[in-house]
């Protein structure tokens, strides 16, 4: 029982899809194959599945050319034991309830209940999650996060209220976009328009665990809309340039905590320092700087201009108050 | 470059390279230095046809250079689960795959001479007796097949959950693989469901996302079960050292396994394990993980796994230092200044982040981290996102300490502030 198997793998799924019909052709199976292939599968697979030199039987030719079926029915794809023990170590995790109610729960259960599952939690600790992430298992909560979820789904536009970060009362209309998890923060927020006069005023994030109200309003939002402006929109204007050093493993940390982000790398080979361009976004800036700023003098922010200047004043206070605390040590001895 | 094969048989190979282009992202041919012409060349094929526009080339003086730059917290498909669904197989192993599952498609039950007879008369496909009873094994195994006795005979049927149908019956699943299958912990499990019933997550992202971890599942289910089973486990492992170093010997280790640690901050993820040959707990990378093998009963598990649990009480990672138990050390003590009424989110941040440790206002304006853990360095990373706060370090070693008041001179010389004699 392993996930790295065939019966689960790319070629088996294709196969499968071209099987579901009794009769194919030629074009069907070279295009179904450049569509849920891999880049060269084309290369490598149409031949395995036309009859000729290399196939493997599954098709035979008609008279007529066109490609027959050897098997009498559609493939069935049942749930393996691996896939349902999965499904089962999820039934614990208290995130499935905004998307299952209780009773769905119970028969989900039921149904699994001769399976064993594939992990329990307690054989996992995160470490470092903070400690305050969002009430899953609040009524309040699943309530708006299903309505969130659905607005996502249908481009519903909602009506919201929730308290900012900074503690504004915010409320509107709003168009929503995605959905996105944190599991630093163990949150969901939702990606969004705010609306005014049915026309996009800005684009925010709203936090499903700070919201006091939600409710469709029942109207649709018709102008298309793409999350990759959305993205654009709250992109850095230029990348955080960052000089990374090799003291201290730095460039494997650096690489493994920011390889998450898109990013452009340079290697200088006679210092063995790295050149790293990071993209952000400018909503997150803060963030970033905090965690350049943790790895202390093993990188250096050489841009741009702002982030650079934010990092040199938070350093030049803390020298300032070391320097504080070494005078007073000094004068209590 | 006759011969290559888009699917692959050793995953451990690939996971190798594509660690390697997707962390560093700048290395060239060259650089693979432990590995064949041949080699690189085939994975950084498949690599490519995995990553599509995620692919990054730059041309230098040393070569071209091969990365992965991908924003992965606005990804709706792990584009890594591709080496999962990549795993080679024979000619054989599909047209069984396809011919079985076709003969029990009706929910009937056959014994083994039925299905082989049918696969002679209805398909035209002579396969041996051995070859279809090993298939049936294996799908057993897996759960397509149910097999069951009748009296000395053995009946065979295939499984009744059908993936498509079964994701329907139940309101709410479809999203939930979809939210689920994008998350740490067997993520591609959750794709592979979605896939064979026709859906796709288009409905979240997920931000921090270390879509390299998925490589590593591949390790998990032989320690999960170490662990269920109360086994010992035989790791092999590797060291930063070794991948610039090609002679440099795998390390092996024969460890209890207790937990497994999962940063979401720094992207490692660590099997925390008991040494017996050392007598001390220690946690292992998994991605410097080679392989993991089971062994025998730990006799005495549950005792050792309650130690263990108490002595996580005192870790702020995952590192337990060289101590065998808290105390030997002074605690430290980290003092922040903060203003509770213009900057709140300080003193939120400080009680949202401070894992182990305690915090208590000690001054107008102050609030001291008290921190008894068995390895202090741990803390001084995050501290460092403090930077600008930080009115005093006491306690803990001085070495930390003063390895602290040295980056700060070296960063304030670095960002163009002044040297301070004082904090020399």
């Known amino acids: ?23 194919t052709d030629e074009k069907t199976v070279r295009e179904t194959v450049q569509r849920e292939g891999f880049r060269d599968s084309v290369l490598f697979l149409p031949q395995k ?22 098997t009498k029915n559609a493939p069935v794809k049942v749930l393996t034991k691996l896939q349902k023990m999965w499904l089962k170590a999820k039934l614990s995790d208290p995130r499935i309830r905004l998307f299952m109610n209780s009773d769905t729960l119970s028969q989900l259960d039921e149904r699994l209940s001769d399976v064993r599952p594939l992990y329990t939690k307690e054989q996992f600790r995160i470490t470092d999650r903070f400690s305050d992430g969002d009430d899953f298992l609040s009524e309040d909560y699943i309530r708006n996060f299903r309505t969130a979820l659905d607005a996502v789904k249908t481009r519903k536009i909602v009506f919201a209220e929730f308290t900012s970060g900074h503690g504004n009362h915010i409320s509107g209309k709003f168009v929503l976009l995605k959905m996105e998890y944190s599991p630093k923060n163990g949150r969901f927020r939702v990606y969004c328009y705010l609306l005014r006069n049915d026309r996009i005023k800005s684009s925010g994030i709203i936090n499903i665990g700070r919201l006091t109200k939600i409710v469709d309003t029942g109207r649709t939002f018709r102008t298309p809309v ?13 990348p955080a340039v960052i000089r990374v050093t090799p003291q201290r493993n730095g460039v494997e940390r650096f690489m493994l905590e920011f390889a998450s982000y898109e990013k452009h790398t340079v290697r200088d080979l006679e210092s063995g320092e790295y050149t790293v361009e990071l993209w952000y976004d400018q909503f997150d800036e803060t963030e970033l700087l905090i965690r350049l700023l943790s790895f202390g003098p093993v990188i250096e922010i050489m841009g741009p201009p702002g982030l650079r200047e934010q990092a040199r004043q938070r350093i030049k206070r803390q020298a300032e108050l070391l320097a504080e605390q070494r005078e007073e040590d000094g004068h209590a001895r | 470059m006759a011969g290559f094969s888009e699917l692959i048989k050793n995953f451990g190979k690939t996971r190798d390279y594509v660690r390697d282009f997707f962390i560093y992202g700048c290395k060239v041919r060259s650089d693979f230095d432990r590995k064949s012409v041949r080699t690189y060349g085939d994975e950084k094929r498949r690599v490519e046809s995995w990553m599509g526009d995620f692919m990054r080339y730059d041309d230098s003086l040393r070569g071209r250079s091969v990365s992965i730059s991908v924003d992965s917290g606005h990804i709706h498909e792990n584009p890594l689960y591709s080496a999962y669904y990549s795993k080679s197989f024979t000619d054989n192993d599909i047209r069984l795959h396809f011919l079985i599952t076709d003969i029990l498609h009706d929910g009937q039950s056959m014994t083994l001479k039925e299905i082989v007879d ?3 008369n209805d398909y035209a496909q002579l396969f041996d007796e051995q070859t279809v009873r090993n298939k049936l094994k294996e799908y057993t195994e897996e759960g397509i097949i149910s097999s069951e006795k009748q009296g000395k005979t053995l009946y ?8 498509e149908s079964f994701v329907k019956k139940f309101k709410g699943l479809d999203d939930a693989l979809r939210f689920f299958s994008e998350t740490r912990t067997f993520g591609i499990i959750g794709n592979s469901i979605l896939k064979a019933a026709g859906l796709k997550n288009d409905l979240f992202y997920i931000k921090h996302n270390y879509m390299i971890h998925t490589l590593e599942d591949i390790l998990l289910p032989e320690i999960l079960s170490a662990m269920e089973e109360k086994r010992y486990l035989a790791l092999r492992t590797f060291s930063e050292k070794r991948r610039r170093s090609p002679e440099t010997a795998d390390s092996e280790n024969q460890v209890v396994p207790m937990q497994l640690l999962v940063s979401v901050q720094t992207g490692r993820r660590y099997l925390a394990a008991y040494i017996p040959e ?8 998994l991605d410097y993980m080679k392989d993991a093998k089971m062994g025998g009963i730990y006799e005495d598990y549950d005792a050792l796994h309650e130690t263990f649990l108490k002595n996580m009480s005192h870790v702020f990672g995952v590192s337990f230092g060289m101590r065998r138990f808290t105390g030997t050390v002074t605690p430290m003590k980290i003092t922040f200044f903060a203003d509770v009424e213009k900057e709140p989110y300080i003193i939120e941040r400080l009680e949202r982040e401070k894992r182990c440790c305690t915090l208590e206002k000690t ?41 602290f008041y040295s980056d700060i001179v070296r960063m304030n010389r670095m960002y163009g502030g002044d040297d301070d004699e004082h904090i020399q």
């Open chain 1, 226 to 238: 793409s999350v990759d402006d959305y993205f654009s929109s709250r992109k850095c204007s230029e």
């Open chain 2, 118 to 120: 049918l696969l002679n």
């Open chain 2, 278 to 285: 050392l007598k001390r707990f220690s946690a292992f990378r």
């Open chain 2, 363 to 403: 001054g107008e304006r102050l609030y001291t981290l008290t921190a008894d853990v068995f390895d202090p360095n741990e803390i001084m990373h995050w501290a460092k996102t403090f930077i600008g706060r930080i009115v005093g370090i006491e306690g803990g070693a001085d070495s930390i300490r003063e390895r």
């Open chain 1, 49 to 70: 599945l036309i009859p000729g030199s290399e196939d493997w039987g599954l098709f035979t030719r008609t008279p007529e050319g066109k490609l027959r079926r050897i």
């Open chain 1, 1 to 23: 029982m392993n996930i790295f198997s065939e019966i689960y793998g790319t070629y088996f799924r294709i196969a499968a899809k071209l099987l579901g019909n009794e009769v």
């Open chain 2, 156 to 163: 065979y049927s295939l499984s009744k959950d059908c993936t």
